[in-house]
């Protein structure tokens, strides 16, 4: 049996009144209300690197010093000093981009590939896993 006129105007303007009562404070509040951003990660950052060990190679680490510098948006200019097989030093630099709490940058290596580095942040430390030329590995760093 089909409503009848009354109960269809009925309807719709409870739907109207509750749109008007709920929904729009709600959409009101959403696009007010501040963004949370991630912390700024720029400063001094001091660490380690580890690998996964894979059947090529043994397991290996080092020492891992990151300086991050904001460029606004989000973006940051990295410079990475570390060692590697204890006495090997290295340093390079790469652009670093912060996706909330991750920071995430990539580096070409040449014939070796890409070098990828993905990092979460959280209570002062940074953590997370880097791969390239097949290997893999942790980084674990602290604000200095």
């Not at 009144?17 to 990660?41: E, T």
């Not at 090997?88 to 981009?97: C, F, G, H, S």
Request: net charge positive; charged share 20%.
């Amino acid at each position: 049996m089909p409503e009848s006129p009354k109960s269809v105007s009925a309807s719709r303007s409870q739907v109207t009144m509750i749109i008007k009562r709920v929904w729009y404070p709600l959409l009101v509040i959403a696009l007010l209300a501040p963004s949370v951003d991630a912390a700024d990660a720029s400063g001094r950052w001091k660490g380690t690197w580890d690998t996964n060990g894979s059947t090529r190679r043994s397991s290996h680490h080092g020492t891992l010093r990151v300086r991050l510098k904001s460029e606004g948006n989000g973006t940051y200019r990295g410079l990475f000093a570390g060692r590697f097989a204890v006495v090997i030093p290295y340093v390079y630099r790469a652009k670093v981009y912060q996706h909330g709490n991750r920071l995430i940058s990539t580096k070409r290596l040449g014939p070796l590939g890409e070098y990828r580095m993905v990092l979460t942040q959280q209570s002062g430390q940074l953590g997370g896993y880097w791969t390239a030329a097949g290997e893999s590995g942790t980084i674990r760093l602290r604000r200095r």
